[in-house]
């Protein structure tokens, strides 16, 4: 049974773009509350990004203005634009899905990873 699938990481100098991907092909994102996730070596998992089944965004502090997250009901992706890519950037980055019953505040879910039910098995991200 998969669960989430990203798609899009890879290696990319200091200053560059890299466009992630999510998809769970037979569920409709529109009825989810999704985010992105991310951890560094040696570090916690934070919360990058979060889009509510309204379309609202919540994004961290650290990549307001150089991250976008969107989505594309009728293709079931999930997006996460990221531009202007820094060193600390780096790290494995997690798509997550919760139901929209289940689904809180952007803000709050952006800080709590153990919302989120559904995962993806993670792509690496290296600025360097």
């Known amino acids: 049974h998969v669960q989430l699938v990203e798609s899009g990481g890879g290696s990319v100098q200091t200053g560059g773009s890299l466009r992630l991907s999510c998809t769970r092909p037979?569920?409709?994102?529109?009825?989810?509350?999704m985010g992105w996730f991310r951890q560094a070596q040696g570090k916690e998992r934070e919360g990058v990004a979060i889009i509510g089944p309204d379309g609202t965004t919540t994004y961290a502090d650290s990549v307001k203005g150089r991250f976008t997250v969107s989505k594309d009901n009728a293709k079931n992706t999930l997006y996460l634009q990221m531009n202007s890519l820094q060193p600390e950037d780096s790290g494995m980055y997690y798509c997550a899905a919760e139901t929209l019953s289940r689904c809180v505040s952007n803000w709050y879910m952006l800080s709590r990873s153990d919302l989120f039910r559904y995962w993806g098995q993670g792509t690496q991200v290296t600025v360097s």
């Open positions: 037979g569920y409709t994102f529109k009825r989810y509350c």
